[in-house]
């Protein structure tokens, strides 16, 4: 019914930057909230950002100051711009959305996982 696909991840040095995009789409009546996790080898998935109606959730620390998300309502689009990438921002990138779906009700959906990976 619902899809989120995600696309931008890649490699890049340290320093550099990448945008993810997350688009969803399907039966949507309306999208509440949407965000990006990661997880790292060996780790637990962890929150990055995210964004509702009203505004964005505080960052997690690790990434204040050079990552910013954003939404386009229209395109029922999240994106993640990501600056000054460290080796330690290397993992996978989840996409997440709570979405109320046409004829039905609020479903929570994730991507299937975007690879970053930041050499040193």
């Known amino acids: 019914q619902v899809q989120l696909v995600e696309s931008g991840g890649g490699l890049v040095q340290a320093g550099g930057s990448l945008r993810l995009s997350c688009a969803a789409s399907g039966m949507i009546s309306s999208i509440n909230r949407m965000g990006w996790y990661r997880q790292a080898p060996g780790k637990q998935r962890e929150l990055v950002a995210a964004?509702?109606?009203?505004?964005?959730?505080p960052y997690a620390d690790s990434v204040k100051g050079r990552f910013t998300i954003s939404r386009d309502n229209a395109k029922n689009t999240v994106y993640l711009q990501m600056n000054s990438l460290k080796p330690e921002d290397t993992a996978v990138y989840y996409c997440?959305?709570?979405?109320?779906?046409?004829?039905?009700?609020?479903?929570?959906?994730w991507g299937q996982g975007t690879q970053v990976t930041v050499s040193s």
């Open positions: 964004i509702t109606w009203s505004g964005v959730t």
């Open positions: 997440n959305a709570d979405i109320i779906v046409i004829g039905n009700g609020a479903y929570d959906y």
